[in-house]
């Protein structure tokens, strides 16, 4: 459970001093050929989820972009950079269900661009797989030690979860794209626990 002075507290309609948006603020983002199939059928789900915060959405299947915008009715600030952020993880194939999540005021999102980080081709499909490890036993890892969601997809790695989290995976993955494998960070992770747990929090003899 939180701390009551670090718990967020919920924007509420009564928190907007200065009523409606004056203008209208908008956000488009392309997104790849084959994921129009996928989000022409799961976009009644996107459009619900966003009319909860008063934001408007269209999907442009010819354009290949998808738009949000404020309306009269918005009245958090941040709704229009969450529903942004919503646009972007969609493009990088994070599913609907897993990508709404980023509305709720305690969920943040990163995304890597790990694509300029190796010249080498066959170097980057290497180290961009000792991210997910074998059978995904890598990226499950690095999921329960940081709370985060990852999904590795392409020339990026999309990431949601906590700040404290994000900021680590960030870490893990600039540095297994340098050549320094991640299970070296989950070693770091998980030995002063072990240790923790062993010694039973009683101190060591001299």
């Not at 009715?73 to 972007?88: G, Q, V």
Request: aromatic residues 8%; glycine residues 6%; proline residues 5%.
């Amino acid at each position: 459970m939180a701390h009551p002075f670090l718990q967020i507290d919920e924007f509420k309609p009564e928190d907007a001093k200065c009523g409606p948006f004056q203008h209208e603020s908008d956000f488009q983002v392309k997104f790849p050929k084959y994921r129009e199939t996928y989000l022409r059928e799961a976009w009644p789900l996107v459009t619900r989820s966003l009319e909860k915060h008063f934001i408007a959405c269209q999907l442009d299947l010819i354009e290949g972009s998808m738009t949000v915008k404020t309306t009269r009715k918005t009245y958090d600030p941040s709704a229009i950079l969450k529903a942004r952020d919503l646009i972007r993880l969609l493009a990088r194939s994070v599913p609907v269900p897993q990508a709404v999540k980023i509305l709720d005021d305690s969920m943040a999102m990163d995304i890597i661009k790990i694509n300029g980080m190796v010249r080498n081709r066959s170097k980057f499909a290497k180290r961009r797989q000792r991210i997910l490890g074998s059978n995904g036993s890598t990226l499950k890892a690095l999921e329960l030690l940081t709370g985060c969601y990852i999904l590795v997809q392409g020339n990026t790695v999309a990431t949601m979860g906590g700040y404290k989290g994000l900021k680590e995976l960030r870490r893990v993955i600039e540095d297994c794209m340098k050549n320094i494998h991640p299970i070296y960070h989950i070693k770091v992770c998980v030995l002063p626990c072990l240790f923790r747990h062993t010694s039973g929090g009683q101190k060591q003899p001299q």
